[in-house]
């Protein structure tokens, strides 16, 4: 069974406590800080042997997640799509689910300068861990993001929290998603 995307923004204090975090539980930082891939229009990234990402410069924020078998013909029809079209300093999110459990995390982001840090965070988990960026060559301001939970042996967790930051390490966005039946 696929779950669909349960969102709630939450409040988050800034920089003075995304410090704090690093400090307190030094495993988010070691956890995440992936460098962002650079991609091709239409370029394929493989996430695992499920599900694969790419990234169009048609419309705003335009990208595709399916398995490697449609890819092609996701893109294709992607092209006529507007994309996601967030707002400035901001994420969006999506999940897959089987049975009750997230196998895929993956949205947009959108920041006005450089590349957003994103923690993903397990619902009663104190640390999370770094969600894997992916941009677009040449394109400035936006790109996606994707976590694949079984790289991390992370199993059996239906919510999880979102966290972005910016380079100068203050939060900007903050979701919880979980799976909603």
């Not at 992370?154 to 939060?171: L, M």
């Amino acid at each position: 069974m696929t779950g669909t995307t349960a969102l709630r923004r939450a409040l988050f204090t800034g920089a003075a406590t995304t410090a704090a975090l690093v400090v307190l539980f030094p495993q988010a930082a070691q956890a995440g800080g992936m460098d962002p891939v650079e991609v091709l229009p239409y370029e394929r990234v493989v996430i695992n042997d499920q599900f694969v990402m790419g990234l169009l410069p048609e419309g705003e924020q335009n990208y595709v997640v399916s398995s490697p078998d449609s890819f092609d013909e996701d893109v294709e029809a992607a092209k006529g799509y507007p994309g996601t079209s967030i707002n400035p300093n901001s994420i969006s999110a999506g999940v897959n689910g089987v049975d009750g459990e997230i196998i895929l995390l993956e949205g947009a982001w959108r920041l006005d300068e450089g590349v957003p840090f994103i923690a993903v965070t397990p619902e009663g988990q104190d640390w999370g861990y770094g969600a894997q960026p992916v941009v677009l060559e040449e394109a400035d301001g936006w790109g996606t993001y994707y976590f694949d939970p079984a790289r991390w042996a992370v199993d059996g967790v239906d919510t999880y929290t979102i966290t972005a930051s910016g380079p100068d390490g203050e939060v900007f966005d903050e979701i919880e998603v979980s799976l909603d039946f």
